[in-house]
């Protein structure tokens, strides 16, 4: 590929609203350019990059007999399954799609068992591995929702948020992340009784009141979302989640309920519990559940209940963890305080889940398909490798995924001499399996080195008026600290050596 003729300009700086250093990076070099909403444009190296995992991850896929399918970005497995799956003769089936500007690659595998699943699971993952292997980056692993596991790495201006701890035993979302709930103390459930509590409608105040800590309480948050009300209660020594509490009801948005609405099913605010009430949907977490004869409110202006319990006292529809995480709370590990980290997101697998769709097992008994999916952004893949492997001078591609093996400085190539040398290296890179691209642009030595240090490619042999002279070329690899003469006689020789070394 000649230089000249390739879509791809080097710029000697970023833009000032381009804070993330392997972004900024990348685009001197000119693989992105940033586009509307947070969104990247991979220029040709870049795309020439993708393609190249895409094809390594295409081995592994045929492997799974996994199909290809086009035109689905944003594909509905329940109605796909159930369209397409009627027999248990049909499973496994697997297929593989591409989203996000065809840099997100999906792959989904149908099963007809958690057991099966959970196998293709671990195969899923395994892939994962080797090909982060492969791209030569080393991700840390995150806990999301629904028991789902997150590929990522540490980026302090990307969009990921992940809490870990400081032995990183512990790593969560901030979707997922929990602080440690300590377990109460057992308990035989005590009768409850009404005591008076006068002016003591917050958690401090009636922890005070009463003389007890306040995860011996019950704290009450009153919601409304699409017609009906929402009673979280939570432990008082923890916050609720908001998002937990949305995702747990699968609701979009929720709002604070008004205080007719919360009359309307029988409670009353700062006194409040779900003991007694009427209509509300009731979402408790599960610290509440493993915490014995606490303290709520009566649903009477100044009284509280001593000794509730569930589910002796009241029956919650959801049981859940619905705790905020937040930095400086104890690890859910027991191990530290969690911090809050930035990253950008590799990619995800799925625990498995029943799909909204049927089959017949081999008695004809109708069964729900299992589905795992496992999902890598390859353009986020590619910037890890970049944040992972460079210098102050530009990027250090590992062979394995750079978008051309070479970079061939050609000084002076309208003169015959270096035209004869120029095409000797090309049959020996090409006899080498090696792909090139060639710096044929008018620019001065200096300009071509700068710009094939930063765009980084393996290896740089220069071609010109003094190598020719000594019937030689330059050949530099990447990380070396200085360029050497080699013949083009031993060229073939020096080749091979180079290839079998990296």
């Not at 589910?311 to 995480?325: M, S």
């Amino acid at each position: 590929m000649l230089y000249s003729q390739l879509f791809i300009k080097t710029k000697r700086e970023a833009p000032s609203d381009l804070t993330d250093e392997t972004l900024r990076l990348a685009f001197r070099a000119g693989l992105i350019r940033p586009a509307e909403r947070g969104e990247i444009i991979y220029l040709p190296f870049a795309a020439n990059v993708i393609s190249q995992m895409r094809h390594m991850l295409r081995a592994d896929l045929r492997e799974l007999d996994a199909h290809e399918i086009r035109g689905a970005p944003h594909l509905a497995l329940d109605a796909f399954a159930s369209a397409e799956i009627q027999s248990y003769k049909q499973l496994p089936a697997r297929i593989y799609w591409r989203s996000g500007g065809v840099t997100r690659l999906h792959v989904t595998s149908f099963e007809a068992s958690r057991e099966a699943a959970e196998e293709t699971r671990r195969v899923f993952q395994k892939i994962a591995r080797d090909f982060f292997e492969y791209t030569r980056i080393a991700p840390q692993m995150a806990r999301d929702t629904a028991d789902a596991r997150v590929w990522y790495l540490t980026a302090p201006a990307r969009d990921l948020e992940v809490f870990t701890n400081a032995a990183r035993t512990y790593a969560a979302t901030r979707a997922a992340a929990t602080p440690l709930k300590p377990a109460a103390a057992a308990e035989a459930p005590l009768p409850r009784q009404e005591v008076a509590t006068p002016h003591c409608d917050t958690i401090e105040a009636l922890a005070r009141f009463l003389n007890v800590p306040p995860s011996r309480t019950a704290k009450a948050v009153f919601y409304a979302s699409e017609g009906r009300v929402i009673f979280a209660v939570i432990r008082g020594d923890l916050q609720i989640d908001e998002d937990k509490v949305k995702r747990a009801l699968d609701v979009p948005t929720l709002r604070w309920a008004t205080n007719d609405e919360i009359a309307r099913v029988g409670a009353l605010p700062g006194f409040a519990s779900p003991i007694g009430t009427r209509g509300a949907t009731i979402v408790i977490d599960d610290s509440i559940l493993n915490s014995p004869n606490l303290v709520a409110g009566a649903n009477k202006a100044d009284y509280h209940l001593l000794n509730t319990n569930v589910p002796r006292d009241y029956t919650p529809n959801i049981v859940t963890d619905i705790a905020l995480a937040r930095v400086g709370d104890a690890s859910p590990e027991g191990d530290g305080a969690l911090e809050l980290a930035r990253g950008i997101e590799l990619g995800r697998v799925s625990a498995p889940y029943a799909l909204d769709a049927n089959f017949l097992d081999v008695n004809g008994k109708a069964q729900k398909p299992i589905a795992v999916t496992m999902e890598l952004d390859l353009g986020a893949i590619l910037l890890a490798h970049i944040g992972a492997h460079h210098d102050d001078k530009g990027i250090l591609w590992a062979r394995t995924i750079a978008p051309y093996d070479v970079c061939i400085v050609a000084l002076n190539a309208d003169k015959p001499e270096v035209a004869d040398a120029l095409a000797q290296v090309k049959d020996a890179l090409l006899f080498a399996g090696l792909e090139a691209l060639v710096d044929d642009r008018s620019e001065s030595a200096g300009v071509k080195f700068n710009d094939a240090d930063l765009i980084g490619l393996p290896l740089r042999i220069t071609v010109g008026p003094k190598t020719v002279a000594q019937n030689a070329i330059e050949f530099k690899p990447r990380q070396a600290a200085a360029a050497r003469l080699v013949t083009l006689d031993a060229l073939a020789q020096e080749l091979e050596q180079w290839t079998n070394s990296t």
